[in-house]
């Protein structure tokens, strides 16, 4: 017998899992194509959840896989510490560069989100440090934010269950109402702006719920950042790259970051690679003088030349195919597609219509009754052929921006499935 296939017999301990559950219950994905995922024994899957948040340009792309194969045989992989480069880093961060909406921006490459938020934490406070302004070292993040798992990410995240049992956080941290910008001002006062670095937001909430933000929120936090010198860094790892319909999702509320972490889409996950996106005014004191500023940090794999050729190849195909504008296009069709759950006795809301992502609440009272009500809603969703994620108490869906309308409306009928056969909802 395969070893794989014994009950009890895995050795891969997953992330976020009860491993004594998923030890003797793992679903095993054997293949993927487009939209689709199929399992061991070729049963057909809706990805909608484009894996990780990640696969906006759908599965099994032929073209991402000779992109990466024609740059392991030129060049697999080198380091590019010091002064080293490699050509597709070079031509990524200027690609990025010209995306990106502030001027001159210069690149920093990571191997994911969470070194992303690491990078943009540790620069912030560096930052100040150099321009005289040593004390300005705390870090405002916000309730049911996710931002990595990394030591300065799990200490500004939001979500309450992934910030117990570590012992002692990084100091130098606080965590505001995420949709209230009267708590963010008076946090600031009560820091003392001068005290405050930097400001972490999520355009829209995504592990934490799919929360989009309140009218005017983003360009009141930006504009009270700006009137106190706080450095605003916005983390698009999930919003970005199409997922809300622009490259990096804050275009929507025409604001200007001083930084913007990404990772996820900009290679649609088929390789691993994230990084931040800083202004001219940020890099300046590191770019300018011979010998004044080094920062001393940066992964092993930063710009790995085969992780940037795939990621080049990936903006290819989100540009040629016109799929960045999608996730704005396709939002109110995807939302439309999950209304119809509200009226649901086991639903307490359904969330979305800023982006192709979305999530249905469940309602507490179920909750209370069933306490594994998510986990039968996810495995029922599953077992009518549509894969959705866990949230806490929702269920959300981020599909990728390839998806057409009529599949959305496969993840509205087997959610609608799913909570029929809810026990505890009625």
Not at 233 to 257: K, M
Request: aromatic share 8%.
């Amino acid at each position: 017998m395969n070893r794989i296939a014994r009950e009890g017999d895995t050795k891969f301990w997953h992330p976020f899992s009860d491993m004594a559950v998923a030890r003797k219950s793992e679903f095993v994905v054997s293949r993927a194509e487009g939209v689709w995922v199929w399992d061991t024994s070729g049963k057909r899957y809706l990805d909608a959840t484009a894996s990780l948040w990640y696969a906006n340009i759908g599965h099994g792309r032929g073209e991402m896989a000779d992109a990466a194969a024609a740059q392991m045989r030129r060049l697999d992989a080198y380091s590019t510490f010091g002064d080293f480069a490699n050509e597709p880093a070079l031509e990524l961060c200027a690609r990025l560069s010209d995306l990106a909406p502030m001027p001159d921006a210069r690149v920093f490459l990571t191997s994911g989100g969470g070194d992303a938020i690491d990078t943009a934490a540790k620069l912030a406070r560096l930052y100040w440090s150099i321009q005289g302004a040593g004390e300005r070292v705390h870090i405002i993040g916000r309730t049911n934010a996710y931002h990595g798992t990394h030591g300065y990410g799990t200490s500004i995240g939001g979500i309450e269950a992934n910030r117990v049992g570590w012992g002692p956080l990084a100091t130098g941290m606080s965590l505001v109402s995420y949709d209230s910008v009267e708590a963010l001002e008076a946090e600031v006062k009560a820091i003392g702006p001068e005290r405050v670095a930097a400001f972490f937001v999520e355009p829209v909430v995504g592990a934490g719920g799919v929360l989009p933000p309140p009218a005017g929120y983003i360009e009141a936090a930006a504009e009270l950042c700006r009137a106190h010198g706080i450095l605003l860094v916005v983390d698009s790892v999930i919003c970005g790259f199409g997922r809300l319909g622009t490259w990096w999702g804050i275009e929507r509320w025409g604001v200007e970051p001083d930084m913007i972490t990404f990772a996820k889409g900009v290679t649609s996950g088929y390789l691993p690679l994230g990084g931040v996106v800083i202004s001219d005014a940020v890099a300046a004191p590191f770019w300018t003088e011979p010998g004044a500023y080094t920062f001393r940090h940066g992964p092993t794999y930063a710009g790995h030349p085969t992780c940037c050729a795939a990621a080049l190849t990936n903006l290819e195909i989100l540009e040629r195919e016109k799929l960045i504008p999608r996730g704005r296009e396709l939002e109110g069709a995807l939302l439309g597609a999950l209304a119809h759950l509200a009226d649901h006795d086991g639903v307490a809301e359904v969330r979305g219509g800023l982006g192709l992502l979305a999530a249905v609440e469940i309602d507490p009272e179920v909750l209370r009754r069933v306490p594994t009500a998510v986990a039968e809603v996810q495995r029922r969703a599953r077992d009518a052929g549509v894969l959705v994620r866990p949230l806490g108490s929702s269920v959300a869906v981020s599909p990728p921006l390839i998806i057409e309308e009529s599949e959305l409306e496969m993840i509205g009928d087997a959610l609608a499935t799913a909570f029929d056969g809810l026990s505890g909802a009625t």
